[in-house]
């Protein structure tokens, strides 16, 4: 692995499913979060993990849960999908939360019919 | 509420330069980042200001007006492969990025 990962890569999800998009980074960075990006919006903060073992709200928490039991893998998962949750969503790290740059996956673009 | 605005699109001829406002209303202030981001791509860094004054990296320079809540990317030289979307970030009070929803940069050659 170099740099940062996600996966999968694309997805269609019914809505009422559960899914957990996954995010793995080997810069052993300290900081992790959650993006998502729509059409004509900034890129808007889902959660956020400081430190393996905490994990904070962004501007945008509701209807999706994090955890980060590593210093690797930060997944986020939506208990049960709904179509607004359809968007381009980017894992990103960073070697402290603050005013280092942050480094991002690829993103996974999700799709919920 | 927190703010950034930048213009939607700009249209620029290869070779030429081209500068891209960005101005913002936030809670805090501890820095102003640029992003590049092509298309279909993930975001890369460009940038980082946090005293006023101009930035210079190569053809890319970065300038900030913290007292104007204002700054500018200015790319000189413009290549093709400089179309793409430009993000500009602010860190607030709470380290919390605040996102612009980007500026679409298309060169024409």
């Known amino acids: 692995i170099a740099g940062i990962t996600q996966a999968p890569t694309s997805q269609i999800l019914a809505a009422g499913r559960r899914m957990t998009l996954r995010c793995t980074q080997d810069m052993r960075h300290n900081a992790m979060y959650w993006y998502r990006q729509d059409l004509g919006l900034g890129l808007r903060l889902i959660h956020y993990s400081n430190t393996a073992g905490t994990t904070g709200k962004g501007e945008v928490p509701d209807g999706y849960s994090v955890s980060r039991a590593n210093t690797d893998d930060f997944p986020l998962t939506l208990a049960s999908a709904v179509p607004s949750q359809t968007s381009v969503y980017f894992c990103a790290s960073s070697d402290s939360r603050g005013h280092n740059e942050q480094f991002f996956g690829p993103g996974t673009r999700l799709t919920v019919l | 509420g927190q703010n950034i605005d930048q213009p939607t699109e700009m249209t620029a001829t290869e070779g030429a330069i081209v500068q891209i406002n960005c101005t913002y209303q936030t809670s805090g202030f501890n820095g102003l980042f640029w992003y590049q981001q092509h298309?279909?791509?993930?975001?890369?860094?460009?940038?980082?200001?946090?005293?006023?004054?101009?930035?210079?990296?190569?053809?890319?320079?970065?300038?900030?007006?913290?007292?104007?809540?204002?700054?500018?990317?200015?790319?000189?030289?413009l290549q093709m492969k400089d179309s793409a979307s430009y993000l500009c970030a602010v860190l607030d009070s709470n380290y919390q990025l605040i996102w612009g929803a980007g500026t679409k940069l298309i060169i024409k050659p």
């Open chain 2, 39 to 77: 298309a279909g791509e993930a975001p890369t860094f460009l940038s980082y200001n946090v005293l006023d004054g101009l930035e210079e990296k190569g053809r890319f320079s970065s300038f900030l007006s913290r007292s104007k809540g204002y700054s500018y990317l200015l790319l000189k030289e």
